[in-house]
């Protein structure tokens, strides 16, 4: 396999703070001879392990660039025991555009994975972080909110892996993190995800949903900050305690929980994120803005549980996930 | 001064539920004898005061068309003294689109006052409501929110007017709606607004701001739903008891409540909506995302208050409002 | 008022066949100091009245524009007494885009009169049309069909007018123009229309509606033909006979002749253009596409008559006119 | 190879009437976790063969979509033995676009099989019919009309094929369809077609080519469905009698009878569609819109035949097929 | 007439050096309570006269800019005697795209003047300057170059005026700029333009056309910020001496020294900028690229002279300025 | 693998002078039955070498369009011995779009190389050249500039191959070529480029840069034009002399040569294409245009040589490559 087009202007092996990029050149008919350039900063010193944090996986989801932006100028190398990596904004097309995917080749960066050093350009990201950067790390935090078009209670995650020990080491990860929730995921359809190209080469690997609507709120920021600075606790990179919090576990299975519009309209909740809800009440009404006078279309939970997730804006599509419910356990 | 070219399939002077569209003929190339159809109805029984219950002014802004749309599927005639009249998407093209101006001719309905008959599409709907519909009205009230870019505390407005009478009205009125903030207004450019046109007629109206993001909450569309039925009891339309509810008034003023970003970036807020602030205090930090190791641009508050809008998108641009502080009264 | 942008690079008041260009400037992103070129050609001989002959009112109509350029590369000084205008494409940026309006301004020239000289590019043109090209012309044609949205039975008409006198001299026009139908018309909204600013100033004028879709047959460029050189021999400019053919004669009164679709979907022509209908038969049916099993929408006429114009794309929405019946008389 | 994405929301085992969708996922900037949802009903009773009706495969083709949604709507369980399986909107984006390919990704789905389960969302669907839908089929037939860019006489079709018991099953089948046109076709280039698709899995498949112009006429979609009847008829599938029309039996070779044109203009047809042509005739004229008093280019019949088949819209490119030649056996 | 809805940042009246901007309110889709953020600085010291000195009147021309920005870095107020207000900027949201109209209205700003404070985005600038900045000025020098679609020889300009005692100053003022061309221009249409607006206001008024293409040169650059500094030292701002520096006089007179193409296609010059060209030569050759072996259209210069201007992009389409000659005096 | 699906309307092997069309069927909404017509002439006498000239691989750039239309033009086939084969628009929707890349699939041609016949347009025509074109051709000359954003020094170029008797054959023709500069080029990834499926093949092969932005002079017209045909004089093609010139020797060296900007804003080059430059020197200066009083970021030279290449438009962005340094050698 060819070589990964992308060059980093810093040096992972070198210690100290270095701030640079991960440049991809991109040539287009704004600029024949350009390139991407992806912020990434290193902060290291001595032997120790290599924690990799990252956001903008997708361009719209903002906690983690902004907690991780926060860390890479604070982090001195004097304070760490090992290695800091970290990109606030990986899919950075996106994060630039403020979007899901990438404006260029409107990739889905976390579908993209283990990528192809001569695809497109997010196929050019994802085999980099799969050939570059995953295998320099022990621990990988991939903090993800709900993005533009989802909304989500404030949680950690780890999955459900064959290896057992391998998952332990997540769990306490999870754990570590301290989210107002944490959420135990069997995903149906890992192939293409960052999460799973990280599992598969045995890394400790924790995701977040720390909110969404394309904003970013003080509070789920706050999360993500201590969350960032428990996780490099836990791995022993950082000295010090891990600031516990409380934390509810929740399970998101598949089919019932999650319920689906058939219709187009606005969308009107019927509860909010975080509220009790029970077998077949409505969680959800849709109504034709097309004529008055109309009945609602009714959506109601196949499952008892609390609102952990719904469709964020205010018009929604025949198709779109309404809403997850979440199981506490 | 031509003639409105909408004409309206329900007839306003008759008794009864009606439900149909303001036909607005609009010329194109997706069809050269098409029209746009907003959709509105009418509710009337005997004599007795009119109500003109309006939302989508802005397209992007959800509380108002849902309550609306719920309260035109359910006002019996028989319960009705006088009549209401409801429009949920006033700027129609808009609400379609989901945007804050009119895909069509990118109107900001609600600086178009009073609008042209033989202007663009969004100064003909101004038109209508100025020339046909807010002459039949007694009370006005438009549900607005803050839309995709702006976020708020959900509050009922009243303006300060010349005529004090027509101001208690108004306040009465905005009392009756009962959001959980009440703020007195004094705009410092009214022109163009529908705000001003109804109230230039000498009508009570009550505007609000219930939310925003380009969503809506349970909770937010609760006070909608709440507030519009209170708007009608307390106008004696509909039988009954005003519901009330606690309600924080708040002043707006102009200039130092108003925090603006000179840069762009991540947009990082200090506290959340309701949440007290400090002269002086950061209320806000925007991050470069083009690199790390950054010092963010710290906003501060100019005066004391609670964080009562901001800024909702993740991505801010310089020359963006970034908070306003409201000030308990 | 400020004298027109557009020159013509030809002299109308000479002899012979000119044929060149209305050139009026345009500075745009993509050219500076560039000029939008509209074909014009005049072919003169001594004295005698002047035809304007004018296609591309709306710029996916081709009837107009076919003929006149093949009556303009055929026609010789010396089978000429007078003069004769033509212009194939009118709203030169229309036509060149294949679209009902202007890409550059939207407007829609026949609702553009009488223009602006520092208006719009549309307005400029409509401007030149009406104080330069309209006074020097005795008879005028202007040649539409129903574009990409709409289709018709092709059909001459003219205008019911206050000076009685002008309307036979159009009537008789249109008569020996012998379209397969001749319509009598009374504008509900004549203003802005090319058709009021020539009738205004006297002129004899006649329009046509030759086919639509976009397109143009064989048979109705043959009608379009045939309809502009007997409208010459007519005005004396050539000679010979007038070719007469059979035309039936329509009215086509407002309201209940034309039907409007309220929702949106498939369209499924219950009859096709020029068969008969009776009131309160099927004119067509509007089908969700969305989901099967829904039982369509049928539309009713409400007048008898045969069907003489249609929306003629496969997808409606609600608020486009579906069909127009006409009346014979 | 992997599962399809798409999953069914009725059940095509089990007996009655069903009406629901084809759920395929699909994640995007305006749906993070949105889904198209392909409409699809299933109409069975007991034993016997099952028919596959398609149409939509092109999103601008509409006769197909209405007579299959008018079957869909009309036909009870009890009239059927065996299994009528209907989908209106095959590329159901480009249904919705109004548009030949996939506004998602200019998917052509009729080049598109077999597909990839992985792929594009149009490549999902061309797997999904590949390896789901075609499978349960005895009789297949797709309906196309010649969409917005192409017009037909309207004709059904069946391909010359290497197993020549299939092929006169195809015929028969064809003859059954009794469309005023039928045509055998010699496909040149047949890699990616459904067509292809199914007759390489053995099955008896009819396509059609109804009319076109991205339009339907009353007339065409009662050709569609007299056909599908028809077909159910001679299938065994629904009792009673083909209902039996004159058709014109025509070639359609390559080469000589495909006439292309080199330049750029306005289109004028020479004959109508159904118009008899002789070879060395003028069958189009392509004129210039930039300048008036050029000659047209003239194109010329190179074989004896009738007009089958023609460019629609008005304006012509360079390389644009202008007209097809249809040779009646 | 309303007052501007700009504000400024800084205070024009305050000695020393500020850097701020020129605040335009700007609500849209993508921020309700956005601005427009236009840069400007103010030098002052003491009493004496005011230079107001702009760049990015069109928004793809940058030598005005680049001299701009760094003289507001480098000039201190203790060497200013009087008043130097810089904008580099004018029509910013231009600038931001690099395109010679705004993105937001298509607003060409030099046509804009007086402007409007209730108009487009475009109109309100120009408002300000009009009624803000302008009268502010005794100098004003406004420094253009060709844009992205013409390109120049290097020239500062005045123009013919009524008021000779003002030509005299303004061509003083030329020449203290010292461009390699100077030029007096007599505008055919100088309505809507900035340099009207000064010149009725009797200001000293200097413009410029340095180069082209949409880029810089160093040598243009270099031009530009000898010219600036000259005008401050003609104008008693700055002490010393202007730099003198050789140029030539050119005349630039309508009709026959503007060459137009009537066609489109690849544009080929016979000569370039400066070249000397006699009348009947051959200046450009416009090439077909859409067939080999086609004769080019030859355009001949109809004065002799040398080639001031040329269109700058290897397309040209029919209406294009195809070359300018410029006569030596 | 399958066989192109392109056709040519002439025929490579015959004696004499044809111009005609490489026919690419291309399906799109626009035309379903459409063709790319790729312009082709094909100049043939007799036995001999085979030249194959080339513009157009990027589409906006104008030099060897323009010289090889005029020699297609000009060239007669009794002054030829052998064959020349001219292709002024390799890529040409990018050459009617005036882009680098293909407007259709945003195809770079020149790293498309090998293509493929079932793949996006640019790997269908990629994939003509590598099978049909190149084998014809025993000397490939490919005439490229800069484009819209980049300009260089006028230079013909061979590559440093393994094959040393190749390269002396591919030098030999550069220097026939005779352009004002000669550079021998080691490409760092020559993968999927045109060069290197020329060269890979065995073919003598000259690439230039002759100029840029997107432009073309008179000068380097001449350039291209005079080394074409000294190209076809060495090959022994045409008779007589080449017509020698003075040229440069330059190397390009990778790393330190190349300066690329980490900033975005308005470039101001501190020299011009030509220049010499000393290691340690400023090259060029980005400055904000976001505010005036700042620093500009100043990019130094890594190298000492002259300025052969740079940035062609007024803004620029991070990760753009501002200049590069030539070596004389």
């Avoid at 600029?31 to 290291?44: E, F, L, R, T, Y």
């Avoid at 403020?98 to 192809?116: A, C, E, Q, V, Y």
């Avoid at 599992?199 to 999360?223: Q, W, Y």
Wanted: proline share 6%; glycine share 12%.
């Amino acid at each position: 396999m060819k070589p990964s087009p992308i060059t980093a202007t810093i040096d992972f092996e070198k210690d100290g703070v270095q701030h640079g990029f991960l440049k991809l050149p991109h040539s287009h008919d704004g600029s024949a001879w350009g390139s991407i350039m992806i912020p990434v900063a290193c902060i290291k010193q001595g032997v120790g392990p290599t924690a990799l944090l990252t956001g903008g996986n997708h361009g719209d989801e903002y906690e983690g660039p902004l907690a991780i932006l926060d860390l890479a100028s604070r982090l001195k190398a004097e304070e760490v025991s090992g290695r800091v990596i970290l990109v606030p904004g990986m899919n950075y097309p996106a994060v630039k555009a403020g979007t899901r995917t990438s404006p260029i080749d409107r990739g889905n960066l976390n579908r993209s994975f283990p990528g192809r050093p001569d695809g497109s350009v997010t196929e050019k990201i994802a085999d980099y972080f799969q050939r570059v950067l995953l295998p320099l790390a022990d621990l990988v935090c991939d903090v993800h909110s709900g993005g533009k078009t989802l909304d989500f209670v404030p949680f950690a995650a780890a999955h459900i892996l064959p290896d057992k020990a391998q998952q332990a080491r997540c769990v306490a990860a999870m754990e570590a993190f301290a989210a107002p929730y944490s959420m135990m995921l069997l995903e149906i359809d890992a192939v293409g995800m960052y999460d799973t190209a990280a599992e598969e080469m045995g890394k400790t690997f924790v995701s977040t949903e720390l909110g969404g609507g394309g904003t970013a709120r003080a509070a789920t920021v706050a999360i993500a900050r201590r969350g960032l600075k428990n996780l490099l606790v836990h791995a022993g990179i950082l000295e010090g305690e891990v600031e516990a919090a409380q934390s509810v576990k929740l399970d998101m299975p598949d089919g019932s929980c999650y319920i689906t519009s058939e219709v187009t309209g606005l969308l009107e909740m019927a509860l909010d994120l975080g509220e009790v809800v029970r077998k077949g009440e409505v969680v959800a009404r849709i109504r034709s803005f097309e004529r008055t006078g109309a009945a609602p279309v009714e959506l109601r939970a196949e499952c008892d549980g609390i609102l952990a997730g719904r469709h964020f804006p205010g018009l929604i599509s025949a198709g779109d996930t309404v809403a997850v419910i979440g199981v506490p356990v």
